[in-house]
C-alpha cells in the first residue's frame, strides 16, 4: 500500500488557502512525484466559518490548535499565522513532538531561525521556509541545493512586491507616493497597515535569510541598515531618469574582505540592468556566483497560489525525506551546523558607494561652491551635477552623482551642508550601485 504523509494546518488564511487548493487540485501529480501521497488531516483556524471556496472533508477543520500539534499522526506541522509570538511557540512546540515544519514566516525565520533550526536538528526533523522569501520564486531551494557548489559573492534582489508597485508605479505614470500607496492599497497590492512593506523591513527578515544562507553565517536582523521608499519624490524619479538610472528597493548583501554587508534601501541602478525591468508587484533575486556567474530568479513573490506552491514543495521535499529515511540530508541553514561561521557584518558607516544627492536649495551665487567645499574637504568626489530652475517651494534641487565614497565620509559631510543657511529643505541621498550590478 502506497505511503501516506500527512499534514496538519495551522492558519487558514491566503497563504493556506493556496496550498491546500494546491494539494487537492495536484493530488494525482503529486504522488508521482513523491511516490506517496500527501493527505491534510487538520487544519486549526480561529475562523473555520468563513468561506474559502473549498470543500473540505467533516472534521478537518477545528479552532483548536492542540488538535494539530498533538495529533499522533500528523507528520507535518505547516506554519501560516504570521507574527512571530505564538507563531514561534507553536513551531517549536510541532518540533518537540518530532513533527517536521513547514512556514512561510519570514519575520519568524529572521528573528527565530537559529533556536528553530537547533530545535529541529536535536529532534532530527525538518524546516521548509520556502514560501518565506519571494513568494513563488524557489531562491531557497537553489541557495542550498542547487548554488551548493558555488561561493557566493553578492546578492540584489527586489523583494518586496508593494515597494516595487509604487516605484514602478511613480516611474511609468507619476504621481507621489503617497497617492500612489492609497492607490495601491485601494486595488489591494497593499496592506491595510503597509509600514513593514514600504518601511523596508518585509525585505530586511528576506535578506536576513538569503544572506544567511549565502553566507553561512547567523545575520541579526538588528544589523541590516534598513531603510523604506517614503522618501523618494517624483523629481527624484525624474533625476534617475535623466541620469540613466531607475530607482529600486534593493535588498543588497555581499561578502566583502570576508565581511558581510547586508542593507535594504532605495538603490539607483542602471537603466541596462536586468534588474531595472522588474516592474509592478514582480520580485527578482540576482545573485553572482563565483564559478557560475551571474543568474537571475524571477517571478511573483506573493499571491495565494504562488506561496502556496512553494509551501506545498516543502512537504514534497519533506515527504520525499521521510520515505527515504533520509530527513536532514540537506541543513536547514545551507551549510552544517558546525560548520557555519560568526562573520562580521559591516557597520554602514564602513560602506563604501556611489550616492546621489538632492540639495533643496536658494538659488544664489555661490551656494555650489560651498556645498561641493565641504564634500571635497570630506574626501567625496563630484562625478555629474545638475541644477535646474524648477521652484518648489521657493526652494531649486541641486543635484550631485559622487564618485566611490565612504558612507561615514558622506554623513559628516552631509551633517555639515544642513547647517547652511542656503539649505532650505531635507536633503535626499540614495546609493547608486554601479560596476557590480550588469
Ligand atoms: N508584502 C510582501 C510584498 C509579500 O509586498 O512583497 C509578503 O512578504
Redesign the pocket.
Known amino acids: 500500500m502506497k505511503k501516506v504523509i500527512k499534514i496538519g494546518f495551522i492558519g487558514y488564511g491566503t497563504v493556506a488557502t493556496g496550498a491546500v487548493k494546491i494539494l487537492t487540485s495536484q493530488q494525482n501529480l503529486l504522488e508521482r512525484r513523491i511516490g506517496a501521497q500527501l493527505q491534510i488531516v487538520k487544519i486549526a483556524d480561529r475562523e473555520i466559518e468563513r468561506d474559502r471556496g473549498i470543500d473540505l472533508p467533516e472534521g478537518l477543520l477545528t479552532t483548536d490548535v492542540a488538535e494539530v500539534l498533538n495529533h499522533p499522526e500528523i507528520d507535518i506541522v505547516v506554519e501560516l499565522i504570521g507574527g512571530t509570538d505564538h507563531a514561534k511557540t507553536f513551531t517549536l512546540e510541532a518540533i518537540a513532538q518530532r513533527k517536521h515544519v513547514v512556514t512561510a514566516n519570514?519575520a519568524l525565520i529572521a528573528y527565530a531561525g537559529e533556536d528553530i533550526f537547533k530545535a529541529a536538528e536535536k529532534q532530527g526533523v525538518e524546516v521548509g521556509f520556502e514560501a518565506?522569501v519571494?513568494?513563488g520564486i524557489p531562491i531557497v531551494r537553489e541557495m542550498k541545493e542547487g548554488l551548493a557548489s558555488e561561493r557566493i559573492l553578492s546578492i540584489y534582489g527586489i523583494?518586496?512586491?508593494?515597494?516595487?508597485?509604487i516605484l514602478s508605479k511613480m516611474r511609468d505614470e507619476g504621481g507621489d507616493f503617497s497617492s500612489v500607496l492609497k492607490e495601491a492599497q485601494h486595488l489591494g497590492?497593499?496592506?491595510a497597515d503597509?509600514t513593514?512593506?514600504i518601511g523596508g523591513g518585509?525585505?530586511a527578515?528576506?535578506l536576513a535569510i538569503l544572506s544567511s544562507l549565502a553566507f553561512g553565517t547567523p545575520v541579526p536582523l538588528k544589523e541590516i541598515y534598513t531603510e523604506g521608499i517614503e522618501k523618494v519624490k517624483p523629481i527624484d524619479i525624474a533625476f534617475a531618469n535623466e541620469f540613466g538610472y531607475d530607482i529600486k528597493l534593493l535588498a543588497i548583501t555581499k561578502m566583502v574582505d570576508g565581511e558581510i554587508e547586508a542593507r535594504v534601501h532605495p538603490t539607483m541602478i542602471s537603466k541596462a540592468t536586468l534588474l531595472s525591468k522588474v516592474s509592478g508587484?514582480f520580485?527578482a533575486v540576482a545573485v553572482d556566483g563565483e564559478t557560475v556567474g551571474e543568474l537571475l530568479f524571477y517571478g511573483q513573490?506573493?499571491g495565494s497560489l504562488p506561496?502556496g506552491s512553494a509551501v506545498v514543495s516543502d512537504f514534497v521535499d519533506i515527504a520525499r525525506n521521510i520515505i527515504n529515511q533520509s530527513s536532514g540530508r540537506v541543513p536547514a541553514a545551507a551549510f552544517m551546523p558546525d560548520a557555519r561561521k560568526p562573520l562580521r557584518i559591516r557597520p554602514m558607516a564602513e560602506i563604501s558607494s556611489l550616492y546621489y544627492l538632492r540639495f533643496m536649495v536658494q538659488d544664489h551665487p555661490g551656494v555650489l561652491a560651498q556645498i561641493s567645499g565641504i564634500l571635497g574637504k570630506n574626501q567625496i568626489s563630484i562625478s555629474a551635477m545638475i541644477q535646474q530652475g524648477r521652484k518648489i517651494d521657493g526652494s531649486v534641487p541641486l543635484v550631485m552623482m559622487t564618485h566611490l565614497a565612504r558612507e561615514s565620509d558622506l554623513q559628516t559631510a552631509l551633517g555639515e551642508i544642513d547647517q547652511l543657511d542656503c539649505i532650505l529643505g531635507a536633503t535626499l541621498l540614495i546609493r547608486v550601485e554601479g560596476e557590480d550590478l550588469s
Open positions: 519570514k518565506a519571494c513568494g523583494v518586496n512586491g508593494t515597494c516595487n508597485y497590492f497593499a496592506e503597509p513593514l512593506d518585509d525585505s527578515h528576506k508587484v520580485n513573490g506573493a506561496t
